[in-house]
DNA sequence: TCATTAACACGGG
DNA sequence: CCCGTGTTAATGA
């Protein structure tokens, strides 16, 4: 049995569905930055994820990305589900936030064990409210939030998911993903440095205070 | 008013 | 030198 499979999943899981998903799943370690799924693919497998964080984009015909949100451990993709079920494409965009490793499931298993185990059921059903809620969040927060509140939040997101007070990135970065340009994250993040909220380096954004 | 775009200077690796 | 960063001017929504 995977040290990690049980440590994280053990308490959500029966044992005889650890079992299964010991057996058919394959593990896969995968670094910072790579692709895992584009629009208009086809899923053929369900990944579970034991550590590390994937970043959830929407992509538009430009090109142009907006963050929707970040999947950390004991997440799945909800897209992937019913992608896998309904044997549709893949709507959004996820990319490997840090380096990641997970149990990719082959989709077959899917349904037998949705039919078979109430933790999957609960797990599906959990995940997919835990998205949509996140999802909502991200919507607020591009209706009803101004550019300086939708940064602060995406930074606490960060946060969050890294569990570091050091952001690793670029303002171009934080731009593609608000879907904005570096200009204004440069400025607001300045305003944020000269507030002492945060600290601002080369490539590093340090959080001083509690958001 | 505030975002975007283009342009430029600064500086650290 | 290259790249990330900070700023400004012009333009538009």
């Keep these: 049995m995977l040290k990690e499979l049980q440590e994280f999943y053990g308490g959500l899981f029966e044992p005889e569905l650890l079992a299964e998903i010991n057996e058919v799943g394959i593990v896969r370690e995968v670094p910072e930055g790579t692709t895992l799924m584009e629009i208009g693919q086809y899923i053929r497998s369900m990944p579970l994820l034991l550590s590390g964080v994937i970043k959830v984009l929407r992509e538009d ?10 999947l950390e451990i004991g ?24 380096e990641v490793k997970l149990v990719m499931i082959p989709v077959n298993n899917m349904e037998r064990w949705t039919e078979k185990y109430k933790s999957w059921r609960n797990f599906v059903f959990e995940s997919y409210h835990n998205r949509l809620m996140e999802l909502l969040q991200t919507v607020d927060s591009i209706a009803f939030l101004n550019m300086d ?9 960060k946060v969050k998911v890294t569990h570091s007070n050091r952001i690793q990135t670029t303002h171009q970065e934080i731009a593609y993903d608000l879907n904005t340009s570096r200009v204004v994250v440069s400025r607001l ?15 590093s954004i340090d959080i001083l205070t509690e958001i």
């Design 75 to 98: 997440d799945t993709c909800a897209m992937t589900m019913t992608c896998c079920m309904g044997d549709t494409m893949s709507e959004i965009k996820a990319i490997t936030e840090t």
């Design 61 to 70: 015909d430009n090109g142009d990305e907006l963050l929707l949100y970040f």
């Design 149 to 157: 509140d939708r940064l602060l939040q995406y930074l606490k997101n």
């Design 189 to 203: 993040l300045k305003k944020l440095e000269i507030m002492n909220i945060i600290s601002l380096g080369r490539n």
